[in-house]
């Protein structure tokens, strides 16, 4: 039998000032640098560059066209309904490949913003682990004073928080 949890686990995200100004003028959040740096990357650097090509907006349009085809079609000829769904999902998935690649080809080629998420995959991932696995709580504690601890005690038990320090 399993022992119960007596206090469900706070897991916090510490972000220092310089983290959370890079994260903002990326527009993404902690956990998303975390789950995908080059895509965050490569998104923000797209949104700059207004390249929708890149957009998923710009896939679901295209998904929508696809079924309006595929439901002519199949208006047409009911036997052609099942290969053109086929083809539609065939087709999204190579152009869904193609996005990952330009974003990924987005973020090789801008130096100074790859210079930035260094900074933010050393701070948010450090040894390719999540923060909070690797630094102690005390790190931040003796880097920035009593705030810290006011921080940490505001928070819920058992919650999965990114708490800026001021």
């Known amino acids: 039998m399993t022992q119960p949890v007596v206090w469900p686990r706070l897991s916090v995200t510490w972000l220092e000032p310089n983290v959370a100004r890079l994260l903002r003028r990326l527009g993404a959040t902690a956990a998303e640098v975390q789950a995908d740096p080059a895509g965050v990357l490569g998104r923000a650097l797209a949104a700059e560059r207004g390249l929708s090509a890149t957009s998923q907006e710009r896939?679901?349009?295209?998904?929508?066209?696809?079924?309006?085809?595929?439901?002519?079609?199949?208006?047409?000829?009911?036997?052609?309904?099942?290969?053109?769904?086929?083809?539609?999902?065939?087709?999204?998935?190579?152009?869904?490949?193609?996005?990952?690649?330009?974003?990924?080809?987005?973020a090789r080629e801008e130096?100074?913003?790859?210079?930035?998420?260094?900074?933010?995959?050393?701070?948010?991932?450090?040894?390719?682990?999540?923060?909070?696995?690797?630094?102690?709580?005390m790190t931040y504690l003796l880097k920035h004073g009593p705030v810290v601890l006011a921080l940490l005690l505001t928070q819920e038990a058992g919650a999965r928080v990114e708490v800026e320090i001021p």
Do not use: I, N
């Open 111 to 137: 130096d100074t913003r790859t210079g930035q998420l260094r900074r933010l995959t050393t701070h948010l991932l450090p040894h390719g682990h999540p923060q909070e696995r690797e630094l102690s709580f």
């Open 59 to 106: 896939l679901r349009d295209l998904s929508q066209q696809w079924e309006a085809l595929g439901a002519e079609l199949a208006a047409l000829d009911p036997t052609l309904q099942r290969s053109s769904e086929r083809a539609r999902r065939s087709a999204l998935r190579h152009f869904s490949a193609l996005q990952t690649r330009a974003l990924a080809a987005l």
